[in-house]
């Protein structure tokens, strides 16, 4: 799907491969680029204390630095057709991340994750767009299953991957250092034959 290019020009990028996905007329996800960086930026520093509570990466996160650095990376992973990560955006404002992990590509597999702004939750926002890159995962990137794990007291995350149809598979117990404690994870997957029942 994306052209590999060892010369990568990060402010180029955007122009070799654009992906955007309309969702509804004020709804879409596109692919981040250093363009976002300051908004990105900006939108984790208001949010900054209700995404620590699952986030371990949000301490980290102090400088616009080290967003763009984040989003060198995601744009390589793309280049290298290993997956992507999608700004979410509702009426043209950036709300909040999703996309995948490294796709396993051996086993035809991949880990999405994501967030959104506290102040658009409860609007079916997250669902939507999670719902359309799932279907991408599927239909273009050919994955047999996809797989949600999150901490097993994030309620709203596993609200998520349950409305999306995804199933229980396992406990992972103490699977993540969290500030100052082991947390569990849940995982959830779902397979391309049974999305497609769902259809």
Same mark, same amino acid.
């Given at each position: ?8 020009? $990060? ?8 992906? +955007? ?5 004020? !709804? %879409? ?6 363009? %976002? ?25 102090? %400088? ?18 290993? /997956? ?7 009426? #043209?404002? !950036?709300? /909040? ?10 086993? +035809? ?10 102040? $658009?939750?409860?609007? /079916? ?10 279907? $991408? ?5 050919? !994955? #047999? ?18 409305? !999306?149809? $995804? ?17 569990? %994870? ?14």
């Amino acid at each position: 799907m994306f052209e590999k290019n060892n010369q990568l020009d $990060f402010n180029k990028v955007n122009i070799l491969t654009k992906l +955007r996905i309309q969702i509804e007329p004020d !709804l %879409h996800v596109e692919l981040l680029h250093l363009l %976002h960086s300051k908004e990105l930026y900006l939108l984790i520093e208001t949010n900054r204390e209700y995404l620590r509570e699952w986030m371990s990466w949000i301490d980290d996160s102090k %400088h616009e630095e080290y967003i763009k650095n984040f989003i060198k990376t995601s744009m390589k992973q793309q280049v290298d057709n290993l /997956g992507f990560q999608c700004g979410i955006f509702y009426n #043209n404002q !950036l709300i /909040g991340i999703s996309g995948y992990q490294p796709l396993d590509k051996k086993n +035809r597999c991949g880990e999405i994750g994501y967030w959104l702004s506290e102040r $658009f939750e409860g609007r /079916g926002l997250m669902t939507k767009a999670c719902a359309k890159i799932i279907e $991408f995962g599927f239909e273009i990137l050919d !994955l #047999n299953k996809i797989v949600i794990q999150c901490a097993v007291g994030n309620k709203k995350s596993r609200s998520l991957a349950e409305r !999306l149809g $995804f199933k229980q598979e396992e406990v992972l117990e103490k699977n993540e250092w969290l500030y100052n404690r082991y947390i569990d %994870h849940v995982v959830y997957s779902q397979l391309k034959i049974d999305q497609r029942k769902s259809q």
